[in-house]
């Protein structure tokens, strides 16, 4: 199970920072990742990091600002989001993969449920 917070209403320009408990199969071995949607829209991938936190990958519009890392011992992936953007308006999802980085939504194995974030102008 995948089990994410943090979400919330931030301002233009403010920061937030998501968190995914992993839990059962999801808790170890596996990449995590993050993905957001907005209504009407694909899912669109976030960021990824390895199941040893050795490799990250990023959407090549975030990269610099957000950061995703994960701390094994608690079993949680984490999303600093910085110099937010209205158009970082989003539900974010965060999702999980066996060993592999995951980019694209076929890759994903398992979801957690989304949490909202909403920038305001």
């Known amino acids: 199970q995948l089990q994410a917070s943090g979400g919330g209403l931030v301002q233009a320009g403010g920061s937030l920072r998501l968190s995914c408990a992993a839990s059962g199969r999801t808790s170890s071995r596996y990449a995590l990742g993050w993905f957001r949607q907005v209504p009407g829209k694909e899912r669109e991938f976030v960021a990824a990091i390895t199941w040893t936190g050795g490799s990250t990958d990023y959407a090549d519009s975030l990269k610099g600002l957000f950061t995703i890392s994960r701390d094994n011992a608690k079993n949680t992936v984490y999303l600093q989001m910085n110099s937010l953007k209205p158009e970082d308006t989003a539900v974010y999802y965060c999702?999980?993969?066996?060993?592999?980085?995951?980019?694209?939504?076929?890759?994903?194995?398992?979801w957690g449920q989304g949490t909202q974030v909403t920038v305001s102008s």
């Open positions: 999702a999980a993969r066996v060993f592999l980085l995951v980019r694209t939504t076929a890759e994903v194995e398992y």
